[in-house]
């Protein structure tokens, strides 16, 4: 192999590496979430007594660890406890529950619900329940909402759907290739289970292509040079 063959396939292998880490442990995916810009948000339907607030959502990731919701207390504080729940479709048993003192919640800052990790969460659809039994009409929670652009769920207050959607974030323990492949090796024995295990195999690939892109180049360079050296007619 040439040394211009070796150079050429050491940055092929080089900037494989790099893209394959970065798909790996650097690319985040799968946490559902709605964030529309601060000029479209508006005040949702109060919940109070009878009339819940619940949004639907599908998160894209294992391993769902927390959900946010932004509450806006302008006109008000709510006198009362906030019960959230998280419910998932297929099931008459909630995923989790709690209970919030309303000095809890600041105006306009996302509160973070830390949920017992959900491992199977993937393509399902959840619901997120905010309520405020305890409340009379005027004393409940407003959250925040933007225009009905999260088209894998829907808002509704009571018994009724609303235009918009909840502004909410997810957090999940498996947005990474890397998690994904973790789970899918649990398995398998030791030490083929393990991260040192798929780095050696990824350098082994990586190291098999390098051999044909420098075979590959070696014969291109080496038929060009008979090419050049052949006798004209």
Known sequence: MSRRSA??????????????TWLLVGRRSGEAAYQPPAAVVVPSLEAAGADAITQTFVPGADGLAGVSFVPLLAAGRPRAPIDLRLEVEGSDVPEAQRQLRPDELVDGVPFWWDLPRIERAAARVFTL????????PGEGLRVAVGPPEYRWGQLRVGPRGQWGDLMFATRASQVHVLDTLRVLRRPLPWPLRTDGALVIGLLLMNLAAAIVIGHLAGAGTGNGAAVADSPGP
């Open 7 to 20: 150079v050429t396939a050491g940055v092929i292998v080089a900037a494989a590496l790099a893209v394959e």
């Open 129 to 136: 329940r905010i309520a405020v039994p305890a409340a009379a």
